[in-house]
């Protein structure tokens, strides 16, 4: 029982004398860190604006991107068409009966 007051009366002594500490600290910015504190948070901003910037461009270079393939799909299709139709040469149409 002695050993639980006493670590009770230690345990309000640490909280009494950290209370104390803390209250008689009183910090104050100097001017010098209220300048960083606004020029990082400008910066901060730039920097946001560049993000979305930079994220709406790679969304446009992405569309760009997919239409640039489906017309290289197109073509290649178009493509493979002819060279099939090439390799069947002269008889490309075979239901195709020429007038004598």
């Not at 006493?6 to 909280?15: D, K, N, Q, R, T």
């Not at 004398?17 to 008689?24: A, C, K």
């Not at 600290?25 to 010098?32: A, G, H, L, M």
């Not at 300048?35 to 910037?53: C, F, G, H, K, P």
């Amino acid at each position: 029982m002695k050993l639980k007051k006493f670590v009770s009366a230690i345990s309000l002594a640490a909280i009494f004398t950290s209370s104390v500490i803390f209250t008689s600290c009183s910090c104050k910015i100097t001017e010098e860190q209220l300048a960083q504190i606004a020029e990082e948070r400008r910066q901060e901003r730039a920097l946001n604006a560049e993000i979305t910037s930079t994220q709406s461009e790679n969304s446009k270079m992405t569309k760009e991107l997919q239409t640039r393939q489906r017309e290289l799909d197109d073509c290649n299709q178009k493509r493979n068409i002819v060279k099939q139709r090439l390799n069947q040469w002269p008889n490309i149409w075979p239901d195709y009966t020429p007038e004598p």
